[in-house]
């Protein structure tokens, strides 16, 4: 295309989807970009693959299953973009999975995801042995089921056999990487996220290895997140791409997102809510709070996020879909028709409560065995109702989060991003429930852009990560909303949500006084 921008394309591998974005690469006053919107790409696709349950509490990926979804939404984008000039491709992955391959490069495990819960009582186990302080300070990682290190354990103890054959434990990242460029390797974001790196020193920690029964030649190589490795022949031909096309290793999808949305600055959290969600805030080095509820990996060497992350974001509506609305779910309405009919309930869903641990919950409270729960049913509540909480219990949780990182330092505003903001009623609920400025990113920001932005200045296009942010289209870093569409809400509606805020610690712990009994009564 004559006269077009170049694009550096963003590539996001998520929980379940491969989401790919181009984005034109200008000078930071975008002289000569044909799009107008912030964050916006040229060319965007994804391809969907299955979370697979296999037993209760099992949450896996058939790796094969997410390689062909990237080339495929990789593909998409080329044939989009037609003529263009790419620079560049940038990595984003979701964190905290695990894979074991064989010899030759095979997998012998399926993807266990950060949502898989099998490692409950490992968790469990080292946390009344006093380990999960002494752990994040180190790794930056809480003791949590969805921890690789605790995954590890987990299979030394129960799948021995297969634990020894396995000769690397890679993560989703370094599958992908594999993928696509040749080299098995990891970096430093990923990596600070698998529990088993040591923050401080960069490097596999010997006392992480130890406790996960695995040598550190078991593991990828460890890059920075701005190192560039070339594209494969044979992804070249998959995709229509050019063979050895610089690849940026690129970052994990949390941090990503927050340089996505410009929230790379100190008082600007960044949110993101998808299948599960996260809120996070810039840290020059690994720091962890004094109570251990957030976690804190890398963006770069000198860039880290600190935040807590919720198991029970976007999919808990679904499921809530699926326990009281099947027949919406089942004419292909989804989640567009569970909302409208949830909006048909006023703020509070007329006191009825939902705690919405239906995966095993992370932030804040890190207690892979507390249980869900709908509180204050009446006869009045219907399944609308049910719904509505649903949304409210999510973004609670979330708002929690949002206070702890206030506690640490102060939060002046958030910037969100992530699908189910498109919906009305999403947006609403979080911002009443943040109670702090608050505004949402367009739809093409966040991760993908991130990615973009880190792989620019990974190419040596820009100085610093905020000029290329600006480059690929990307929101300023500095102050407030800036870069994003703001979502007022009315101040009563606001204080009613505070007020529910601040009754959920009495709430959770009568759940678990109440979740011991019924384990205590199970025949």
Same mark, same amino acid.
């Given at each position: 295309?004559?006269g077009a921008l170049?694009?550096l394309i963003?590539?996001?591998?998520?929980?379940?989807?491969?989401?790919v974005?181009?984005?034109?690469v200008?000078?930071a006053?975008?002289?000569?970009?044909?799009?107008?919107?912030?964050g916006?790409?040229?060319?965007a696709?994804q391809?969907?693959?299955?979370l697979?349950?296999?037993?209760?509490?099992?949450?896996?990926?058939?790796?094969?299953?997410?390689?062909?979804?990237?080339?495929?939404?990789?593909?998409d984008?080329?044939?989009?973009?037609?003529e263009?000039?790419v620079l560049g491709l940038?990595?984003s992955a979701?964190?905290?999975?695990?894979i074991g391959?064989?010899?030759?490069?095979g997998?012998?495990?399926?993807l266990?995801?950060?949502?898989d819960a099998?490692s409950a /009582?490992?968790?469990r186990?080292?946390?009344? &042995?006093g380990?999960?302080? @002494?752990l !994040?300070r180190? %790794?930056? *990682?809480?003791?949590h089921?969805?921890?690789?290190l605790v995954?590890?354990?987990?299979?030394?103890?129960?799948?021995?056999?297969?634990?020894?054959?396995?000769?690397r434990?890679?993560?989703l990242k370094?599958?992908?990487?594999?993928?696509l460029t040749g080299r098995?390797?990891?970096e430093?974001?990923?990596?600070?996220?698998?529990?088993l790196?040591?923050?401080?020193?960069?490097a596999?920690?010997p006392? /992480?290895?130890d406790?996960?029964g695995?040598? &550190?030649?078991?593991?990828? @190589?460890v !890059?920075?997140? %701005?190192? *560039?490795?070339?594209?494969?022949?044979?992804?070249?031909?998959a995709?229509g791409?050019?063979a050895g096309l610089?690849v940026a290793?690129?970052a994990a999808?949390?941090p990503l997102?927050?340089?996505?949305?410009g929230?790379?600055?100190?008082?600007?959290?960044g949110l993101?809510l998808?299948?599960?969600?996260?809120?996070r805030?810039?840290?020059?080095?690994?720091?962890?709070d004094?109570a251990?509820?957030?976690?804190c990996y890398a963006?770069t060497?000198?860039?880290?996020v600190?935040?807590?992350?919720?198991?029970?974001?976007g999919?808990?509506?679904r499921?809530?879909?699926e326990?009281?609305?099947?027949?919406?779910?089942?004419h292909g309405h989804?989640?567009t028709?569970l909302l409208?009919?949830?909006?048909?309930?006023p703020?509070?869903?007329d006191?009825?409560v939902?705690?919405?641990?239906?995966l095993?919950?992370?932030a804040?409270?890190?207690?892979p065995?507390?249980?869900?729960?709908?509180l204050?049913?009446?006869?009045?509540?219907g399944?609308?109702h049910?719904l509505?909480?649903a949304?409210?219990?999510?973004?609670?949780?979330?708002?929690t989060?949002?206070d702890?990182?206030d506690?640490?330092a102060?939060?002046?505003?958030?910037?969100?991003?992530?699908?189910p903001f498109?919906?009305?009623?999403?947006?609403e609920?979080?911002?009443a429930t943040i109670?702090r400025p608050f505004?949402i990113a367009?739809?093409?920001g966040?991760?993908?852009?991130g990615a973009?932005?880190?792989?620019?200045?990974?190419?040596?296009g820009?100085?610093d990560?905020?000029?290329?942010?600006r480059?690929v289209?990307?929101?300023?870093?500095?102050g407030?909303?800036d870069?994003?569409?703001?979502?007022?809400v009315?101040?009563?509606?606001?204080?009613g949500?505070d007020a529910?805020?601040?009754?959920?610690?009495?709430l959770?712990?009568?759940?678990a006084?109440?979740a011991d009994?019924?384990?205590?009564?199970?025949p």
């Amino acid at each position: 295309m004559v006269g077009a921008l170049p694009v550096l394309i963003g590539l996001d591998v998520g929980t379940t989807a491969a989401k790919v974005a181009a984005f034109e690469v200008a000078d930071a006053a975008g002289e000569g970009r044909s799009t107008t919107a912030v964050g916006a790409s040229v060319a965007a696709a994804q391809r969907e693959y299955p979370l697979e349950q296999p037993r209760p509490g099992w949450q896996v990926q058939d790796p094969a299953a997410i390689l062909t979804g990237v080339d495929a939404a990789l593909a998409d984008v080329v044939a989009q973009l037609g003529e263009r000039r790419v620079l560049g491709l940038s990595v984003s992955a979701a964190m905290h999975g695990l894979i074991g391959l064989d010899a030759d490069g095979g997998p012998l495990t399926p993807l266990i995801t950060w949502a898989d819960a099998r490692s409950a /009582a490992q968790a469990r186990e080292l946390r009344a &042995a006093g380990r999960g302080a @002494e752990l !994040l300070r180190l %790794t930056g *990682t809480p003791v949590h089921p969805m921890s690789p290190l605790v995954k590890l354990i987990w299979f030394a103890r129960h799948e021995p056999e297969l634990a020894a054959r396995v000769r690397r434990w890679v993560g989703l990242k370094d599958l992908v990487l594999a993928h696509l460029t040749g080299r098995l390797v990891t970096e430093l974001s990923s990596a600070s996220a698998t529990g088993l790196l040591d923050v401080h020193t960069r490097a596999w920690s010997p006392l /992480a290895l130890d406790l996960a029964g695995v040598s &550190a030649d078991q593991l990828p @190589e460890v !890059l920075p997140t %701005t190192a *560039t490795l070339p594209l494969t022949n044979g992804v070249a031909d998959a995709t229509g791409l050019t063979a050895g096309l610089p690849v940026a290793v690129g970052a994990a999808d949390g941090p990503l997102g927050n340089l996505g949305t410009g929230a790379i600055t100190p008082g600007i959290a960044g949110l993101s809510l998808g299948t599960s969600g996260a809120v996070r805030m810039a840290v020059n080095e690994p720091v962890t709070d004094d109570a251990g509820r957030l976690f804190c990996y890398a963006l770069t060497e000198d860039l880290w996020v600190l935040g807590g992350a919720v198991s029970n974001g976007g999919i808990t509506l679904r499921w809530a879909g699926e326990t009281f609305t099947p027949d919406l779910l089942a004419h292909g309405h989804a989640d567009t028709e569970l909302l409208a009919l949830a909006s048909q309930v006023p703020p509070g869903a007329d006191g009825l409560v939902m705690l919405p641990y239906v995966l095993s919950e992370r932030a804040p409270l890190w207690d892979p065995d507390l249980t869900g729960a709908f509180l204050g049913v009446r006869h009045h509540h219907g399944r609308a109702h049910f719904l509505r909480a649903a949304v409210e219990g999510v973004c609670l949780q979330v708002a929690t989060i949002v206070d702890l990182l206030d506690a640490v330092a102060p939060v002046r505003a958030v910037r969100a991003t992530g699908g189910p903001f498109r919906a009305e009623l999403w947006r609403e609920v979080m911002a009443a429930t943040i109670g702090r400025p608050f505004a949402i990113a367009s739809d093409a920001g966040g991760t993908a852009l991130g990615a973009a932005a880190l792989g620019w200045y990974a190419l040596d296009g820009a100085a610093d990560l905020a000029t290329a942010l600006r480059a690929v289209g990307g929101p300023g870093v500095d102050g407030g909303v800036d870069g994003g569409t703001d979502v007022p809400v009315p101040a009563d509606v606001v204080a009613g949500y505070d007020a529910r805020r601040k009754r959920l610690p009495a709430l959770i712990r009568s759940l678990a006084e109440v979740a011991d009994v019924l384990e205590a009564a199970r025949p």
